[in-house]
């Protein structure tokens, strides 16, 4: 499974980004999915995920209200909408999936260890 991640840039404080990505091969609406990111000089860190039916979702605390995942699975793509970004968004945000335990349609992966196919990243810098 390959997964391609998009939709990076540099924005303002305050402003929106929207981040895609796309898989190929695989079926990808058995695998849930997740938005993690790095930033500089930091651990990697789970920010986002989804169920594979897209019926659920969790998001961290620092992003709730302000981010929200959704997946369009006739699309092979799951989003992340940024609003409000802050400096401290500043990351390369990782897309990754994993098949859920038992096919489960409503898990959610939470930990970067529970992923098993990771895209690329792509970069957001949000200034001041």
């Known amino acids: 499974v390959q997964l391609q991640a998009s939709g990076g840039g540099l924005v303002q404080a305050g402003g929106s980004l929207r981040l895609s990505c796309t898989t190929l091969?695989?079926?990808?609406?058995?695998?849930?999915m997740g938005w993690l990111r790095q930033a500089p000089e930091k651990e990697r860190e789970f920010v986002a995920g989804?169920?594979?039916?897209?019926?659920?979702?969790y998001h961290v605390d620092s992003v709730k209200g302000r981010f929200t995942i959704s997946r369009d699975n006739a699309k092979n793509t799951v989003y992340l909408q940024m609003n409000s970004l802050k400096p401290e968004d500043t990351a390369v945000y990782y897309c990754?999936?994993?098949?859920?335990?038992?096919?489960?349609?409503?898990?959610?992966?939470?930990?970067?260890?529970?992923?098993?196919?990771w895209g690329q990243g792509t970069l957001v810098t949000v200034s001041s």
């Open positions: 091969g695989g079926t990808f609406s058995t695998y849930a």
């Open positions: 990754a999936a994993r098949i859920p335990p038992f096919g489960s349609r409503m898990y959610i992966a939470k930990t970067l260890d529970e992923y098993r196919y």
């Open positions: 989804i169920s594979s039916s897209g019926a659920s979702s």
